[in-house]
């Protein structure tokens, strides 16, 4: 067991060493409960090369610079997993990675999964990690060369419903840490595979059931089915996704027509082939694999490239 224990230790300290880590909060976490404190962080990396985590009490933003800057914007990148782990370098530090390569800062975040032994009022945790992230961001433009007005959010599959829900629940900042004076309103989204809907007919269940348990109300599945919750001042959006894929493709297309109906420009690559989790995995073969040259000509296009 120590063994174990000091190999996972390394592991962790070896993923997070490269870049810069950033605590969200200062002391505790909210909503943090008291038996929890003393939680171990699960970092595990499965023989499909994924990191994976979960059981995180103290959210962070790890802070991936470029060598070259070349835009004063940011993204905030939202790993996937279901609301049940976080798949950290797959959909997280390698996007981080590839954003620097172009001359963006990109911040990854870690933010704390819906678990209720963890903490109270657990379903509200990963948007209060999300809003606090921008706030960091925001406070801190001056130190990063940064624009507080381009400051984007980033989210895959489980992580895309957090970004989608960033992008459409502004108006509160929600849980315990607020500040009115700094706005919690990404100025752009990219959703790669995004769940979108709690909706019966569409919903990813294992999400929903996460997020919300497996009984919520018909008030609480509106309220995070985000296609419904778009309005004039919801962010432009950049979506992808794939027609075989088990997160329906309806979540991106009605989002996409959502915003349509509310007149924020956006854009869609829906492809035929891809599955779910393709991310920039280098095996993916034929036009799923060119979505990352997509998004840098729709972020050149809207100013945040250059």
Not at 71 to 98: F, K, M, N, Q, R
Not at 264 to 272: G, I, K, N, R, T
Not at 286 to 297: C, D, F, I
Request: charged share 25%; proline share 5%.
């Amino acid at each position: 067991m120590r063994r174990k224990l000091f190999v996972l230790m390394l592991l962790s300290q070896s993923i997070f060493a490269q870049h810069t880590v950033v605590s969200l909060y200062d002391g505790p976490s909210p909503g943090l409960k008291p038996e929890a404190i003393s939680k171990k962080e699960n970092v595990v990396k499965e023989k499909d090369g994924i990191t994976r985590i979960n059981d995180i009490t103290v959210p962070t933003l790890t802070v991936i610079k470029p060598k070259k800057k070349t835009s004063d914007a940011s993204v905030i990148i939202c790993p996937g997993g279901g609301y049940a782990i976080l798949a950290w370098d797959h959909e997280g530090t390698s996007i981080g990675e590839w954003f620097a390569s172009k001359g963006i800062t990109a911040f990854v975040l870690k933010y704390r999964l819906p678990q209720d032994e963890i903490f109270e009022n657990a379903e509200i945790r990963p948007l209060q990690d999300a809003q606090q992230a921008l706030r960091y961001i925001r406070k801190n433009v001056d130190s990063y060369g940064l624009s507080a007005s381009k400051v984007g959010i980033m989210g895959f599959s489980a992580g895309g419903h957090l970004a989608a829900t960033t992008s459409t629940h502004f108006y509160t900042q929600v849980g315990e840490v607020k500040n009115p004076e700094i706005s919690v309103r990404p100025d752009f989204s990219i959703l790669l595979y995004p769940v979108i809907s709690f909706s019966d007919k569409i919903t990813h269940q294992g999400s929903r059931d996460n997020l919300v348990g497996k009984n919520p109300s018909i008030e609480k599945i509106e309220l995070y089915s985000n296609e419904l919750q778009v309005k004039r001042d919801t962010p432009p959006a950049f979506l992808v996704h794939a027609f075989d894929d088990w997160v329906h493709v309806d979540n991106s297309l009605n989002y996409y027509k959502a915003l349509r109906k509310n007149g924020v420009a956006s854009e869609m690559h829906l492809y035929d082939r891809g599955g779910h989790g393709f991310s920039m995995k280098k095996t993916n073969k034929g036009p799923v694999a060119s979505w990352p040259v997509r998004l840098e000509e729709w972020m050149r296009l809207n100013g945040f490239m250059n």
